[in-house]
């Protein structure tokens, strides 16, 4: 799926726009409501399937529990959910933790280890004011993978084992490229292959015709559910860490205490990467709605009244 | 202001453009009686159209006066003058968004007439600018000639009934023909409705043609002669204003006096040549030059003949 | 419960979620059972917000800019910095955009269509005034010499002339706004931006057909519209000359 952030792009946007002091009359003219005294529950999602669904889980198990809930889906990228996030537009959302240091918090280097990878954030979030949640059991990382033929041919495990592949193609989204290509020669050897971007063509569909021999992809895509496709191992992480972990407002803890965030943690503990491919496959496959899925997943595991 | 003509008087009028150190127009005295046309003629930038402009005020000026009819322009609304003066110019400015219709019934419908006066006033005026009203009513200018145009544009003018028209070149951009017709079509329009009319135009020929008096401007707006086409061409003020009329100004003369003022000889032998009385001298001594005749017959309007005139005798007079 | 306990610890259990119909589950080209199985609850709605955002931004723009316009005619000065502001609005990513906006005015329709109406001013201002200015100078000094006021100019002569170019810009905004207004789906799940970022995300070829082709659809009926209305409005500038 794409997950990937525009960020220079953004960035230099976003000093034009602050330089428009005009414009910020305009906006100020249209200044909402005083803030209320309590903070309220808003669960906000970003803009695609997964998060639709995490979103949901998140959503519905709070309500189940007793609480009131807003929702806001489909926010368009990680800096503009993290503005929503500060100015309190939402107050709970769930966000991946190497994104959380790479992206909100323009981290260059990562922390070796998940946990680590998970402390950081926390601690960073907890500066200014949210704080991080249990994470879940999966991730949802870059993965290269590919066809169980190809990974029998060339015997391929891990990353390394791409050195020995003659004539090496991979996809991926354009800006892999720029940002993994040098880092897989570094650490495992991998150049001289051939980069194809991926555009408008899903990375299984031409791993599947032979157009490339393989696919940076994302660990919780559904056709990685069958034994279709080899993930191929990443011994010294050097795509870094995705679990998942809800960024809440802390005004919601001081607030709710347990109760809330035991609700919430019921939830994140469920989620296995099975799990996840599976809501996937329902929601983009099968186009079922993200809310159904989230409800049926929900009342299987006892986290809502059937 | 509406309906009867009315008398223009300039006096004494200057006006100098803001960082010009010349006036465009210097001290112009003169007086167009109600119901005549005069004409302005002069040389490029002797101040013509800032003259004229000076009468609706579409110019503002600071020395000297002009009234309309005894009432000082500086006295009247601005708009309520402007409204009670037709205006017609030389690229005529027809609004391209109305029809003819309503392009005529501009002023009317400023001055609030009602719609059944409006639209019967309209197609009088098509009338009179022989356009025929049913044709022509709906069209947008976009669909008219040239000359169709200045026809729409002469009517819109007079619209309201104004006393005073000016009007800046208004034949300057049409063909010689399309000109000479609507030239002898303002003057049986000026027959029928008698305005006090300021006729702008660099054409010599045109003022004499028009004009019952003609003003000769020279550069820096100075009046050089005010004074009937006749005796302009008869007694020309100084050298520029025999300069300025041209070396041919006895043939032009003839072009003010037809064939009925001459005492006629009586008929002698066969002669082709005819022409009716009301023919002027020059155009009457153009027809035997071309056709190498050295007299030609007067006819009555029964083509009944009259007496003859002789190449001589035109020579002699246009001396 | 005992059960939930346990489960919280081990393997969550996965229910089943139902299956898409084959053509769904191959992503074929179109799939006509999903159009009608989603035709109430997601596209129609997509579809009439869509519109809304489009409308609304469009008058309110038009209204704002018209003004502006009016008085750059009427004072020179105002122009250059009317222009320089729009100019600057128009060149400021629409993701940008909506981080300046969302602190203030929030994830809601209001913030996108700020950011819609922002986007509009540009083309509308300057057609407007450029259709005001590019009334000949013959018929402004006719105008002036029958004795029209100011304001009868303006109201009579120089806005009805300028009616083409307004209906220029009109049209170019209401297209590019039709295809701007789907970035609203990056701040609120509203109009047809909604699925059709869904759908480019999933690959899922029926959805992008339906949404993408609905706004197409929708900017060729608008522009349609518009030059209809156009016709009616201004019979002079079809006017050709007759035979
Ligand atoms: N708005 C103005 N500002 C400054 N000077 C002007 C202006 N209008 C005219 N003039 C000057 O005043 C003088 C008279 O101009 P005007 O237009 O009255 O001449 P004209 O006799 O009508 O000439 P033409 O036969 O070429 O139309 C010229 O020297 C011209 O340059
Ligand atoms: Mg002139």
Redesign the interface.
Known sequence: ??RKHNRR??KA??S?????A???G???A???AAPQQSTPIIV?AK???EQYILGQLYRQALVAAGFKVGY??????T??ID??L??R??TLYPEYTGVMLSVTFKRKSLPKTPQATYSLAKQLYERRGQTLLARTPFQDRDVIAVTRATAKRYNLKTLSDLKRVPNLSIAGFPEWNTRWRGQIGRQYGVKGFKFVPLA???AYQLLDQGDVLAADVFTTDPPLLGSKYVQLRDPKNMFGFQHVAPVVDQRLVQQYGTRFTSTIN?VT????V??MQ??N????????PAA??AD??L?????KKK | MSGAAAEIVFDRVTKRYPGRAEAAVSDLSLTVPAGEICCLVGPSGAGKTTAMKLVNRLIDFEEGDITIGGESVRSLDLTELRRGIGYVIQQVGLFPHMTVAENISTVPRLRGWEKGRTRLRVDELLDLVDLPAEDYRARFPSQLSGGERQRVGLARALAADPPAMLMDEPFGALDPITRARLQHELLRIQGAVRKTIIFVTHDIDEAILLADRIAILREGGVLAQYDTPARILEHPADDFVERFIGSDRGIKLLSLRRLDELELAPLDGAIDLRASGDTTMRDALSQMITHGSRSLVVVDSEGQPRGVVTLDALAALAE | MSGGLLLAQGEPIIPDFGEGSDCVVENRFFCPDWVRDNWAGVIQPALLQHVKLVVIAVAIGFVLSFAAALVAHRYRLVEAPFTAFSAVVYTIPSLALFQLLVPVTGLTVTTVEIALVGYTLLILFRNTLEGLRSVPPDVLEAARGMGYTRGQTLWRVELPLAVPAMFAGLRVAVVSTIALATVAALVIPYGLGYPIFLALREAFKTEIVVAGGLAVLMALVADALLVAAQRALTPWASARRLA
Request: proline fraction near 3%; charge should be positive.
């Open positions: 799926m794409i792009a953004a946007a976003y034009v726009a602050l330089g428009v005009l414009l910020l305009l906006s100020a249209a200044a909402p906000g803009n695609f399937p806001k889906e489909n926010i368009g990228s800096e503009l503005t929503a500060k100015s537009q939402i408008g063509i899903s019921k503990r469920l989620l296995t099975k799990a599976a809501m496959k329902a929601v983009i496959v099968d186009q079922r159904r899925v049926a997943f009342k299987a595991n006892g986290l």
